[in-house]
């Protein structure tokens, strides 16, 4: 079954405003991961939080992992036209192989 | 440049007729999954092989298969398509240790 479930599935913001989309999960986990998805095509990587970790930085993006909740969000601030995407977070347990939720699709306007 | 490539990228078929959508990385990663996208499901793990001669079903293994005979191929074959699995196809690879996976282009099946 899917581990992580993200929050909003759909979102729908302005050039330059913040988007925050989270994830929720059910089991323990090693790390979880963010990736991105245009329209289609092939995930890509975008950031890693390991379970020791609170919060992680890479360029707009900001990650917070909250274990004791069994959530994260992903934080993209000043979003740009070409952040339009959907966006995934995945979890690894005992396998280390990711398992996916649904996704967020994201629509910022220019 | 480090890649994972699917092939074929989009096949039609008929229902019944044995496929192989092939994978291949050249990465030298240990692990390597399948997955299948459907509109409002997501990603769901079908397959995954930890190495060599190891793999395990995913979440919905029925009416595929995998082989791992050599570490850079992992080829997805569905002995008997039929409609339900129509849908579109990633392959993944990373190496162990819950590390980032890449994502080869994808495969879109449409079995009628």
């Known amino acids: 079954s899917q581990q992580g479930e993200e929050d909003p599935q759909a979102l729908s913001i302005q050039e330059g405003e913040n988007a925050t989309m989270n994830c929720s999960y059910k089991t323990s986990i090693n790390n979880l991961q963010w990736y991105r998805q245009n329209s289609g095509r092939g995930l890509v990587h975008l950031i890693l939080?390991?379970?020791?970790?609170r919060e992680k930085h890479s360029g707009r993006l900001r990650v917070t992992l909250d274990t004791s909740k069994k959530s994260s969000s992903l934080l993209i601030t000043a979003s740009r036209a070409a952040d339009t995407a959907s966006y995934f977070c995945a979890t690894t347990g005992g396998s280390y192989i990711p398992t996916f939720g649904r996704g967020t699709s994201l629509i910022v306007h220019p | 440049e480090a890649q994972v490539t699917q092939n074929p990228r989009y096949l039609i078929t008929v229902t019944g007729k044995k496929l192989t959508v092939t994978c291949s990385q050249n990465?030298?990663?240990?692990?390597m999954s399948w997955y299948r996208q459907d509109p409002g499901l997501g990603l769901r793990q079908i397959y995954y092989s930890m190495n060599v001669e190891v793999t395990d079903k995913g979440d919905v293994p029925e009416g595929y298969k995998v082989s791992r005979k050599e570490k850079r191929n992992f080829p997805l074959i569905l002995e008997s398509p039929s409609p339900n699995q129509t849908s579109l196809y990633f392959c993944a690879s990373s190496f162990p240790g819950g590390t980032e996976a890449f994502f080869g282009q994808g495969t879109r099946l449409t079995v009628v």
């Open positions: 939080i390991r379970s020791n970790e």
């Open positions: 990465m030298n990663h240990e692990y």
